[in-house]
T-cell receptor, first 112, second 113 residues
Framework: EADIYQTPRYLVIGTGKKITLECSQT?????MYWYQQDPGMELHLIHY???????EKGDLSSESTVSRIRTEHFPLTLESARPSHTSQYLC???????????FGQGTRLTVV | AQKITQTQPGMFVQEKEAVTLDCTYD???????LFWYKQPSSGEMIFLIY??????QNATEGRYSLNFQKARKSANLVISASQLGDSAMYFC??????????FGAGTRLTVKP
């Protein structure tokens, strides 16, 4: 059983609000990832991290920020939510190159 | 940048039959890992199988096997003896040694009784 947790599971928020999606893992993994996925569609990489104080942008990163102050914690912040941000957000972590990524249960975000 | 292509948006298979889901990739890194994930309608991502770029043998995990053809840059997933519970989205992913993990667009598999 993977030990990676996302909160909240579901969130409905108004346009223009600032929100932070939480992701924590207890496996000591260095690599962590954030993906955005519309239902039944492909996963788009938003941000990733190779370790503490390391963050890199993915394909859809321009409207969000991340931080990695502790190994186990990788929060994603949307500074100003828009309806186009309505989607599912998946957090994942992995150990070395040959190791699979473990995924959290996801946060389903709706911006009204 | 690496690219992963899954050309089959949807596939149908009869229960108990085998099915092959296609995946091709492109990378300039000599060392990389290839992964397949299953995503049922519940939305969770379930890891199925892994193949390293230097592995000599094709990976197998129970009913799942990976048909790895390095020269053709393909990593097809074979599911033997399909079950109704195999109906789901299937994603191919790749992670080069010094890079992030990227996914293909996915294939929706439907198993018919």
């Amino acid at each position: 059983e993977a030990d990676i947790y996302q909160t909240p599971r579901y969130l409905v928020i108004g346009t223009g609000k600032k929100i932070t999606l939480e992701c924590s893992q207890t496996m000591g993994h260095d690599k962590m990832y954030w993906y955005q996925q519309d239902p039944g569609m492909e996963l788009h990489l938003i941000h990733y991290s190779y370790g503490v104080n390391s963050t890199e942008k993915g394909d859809l990163s321009s409207e969000s920020t991340v931080s990695r102050i502790r190994t186990e914690h990788f929060p994603l912040t949307l500074e100003s939510a828009r309806p186009s941000h309505t989607s599912q957000y998946l957090c994942a972590s992995s150990a070395g190159q040959g190791a699979e990524a473990f995924f959290g249960q996801g946060t389903r975000l709706t911006v009204v | 940048a690496q690219k992963i292509t899954q050309t089959q948006p949807g596939m149908f298979v009869q229960e108990k039959e085998a099915v092959t889901l296609d995946c091709t990739y492109d990378t300039s890194d000599p060392s990389y890992g290839l992964f397949w994930y299953k995503q049922p309608s519940s939305g969770e991502m379930i890891f199925l199988i892994y193949q390293g770029s230097y592995d000599q043998q094709n990976a197998t995990e129970g009913r799942y096997s990976l048909n790895f053809q390095k020269a053709r840059k393909s990593a097809n997933l074979v599911i033997s003896a399909s079950q109704l519970g195999d109906s789901a989205m299937y994603f191919c992913a790749m992670r080069p040694i010094y890079n992030d993990m990227r996914f293909g667009a996915g294939t929706r598999l439907t198993v018919k009784p």
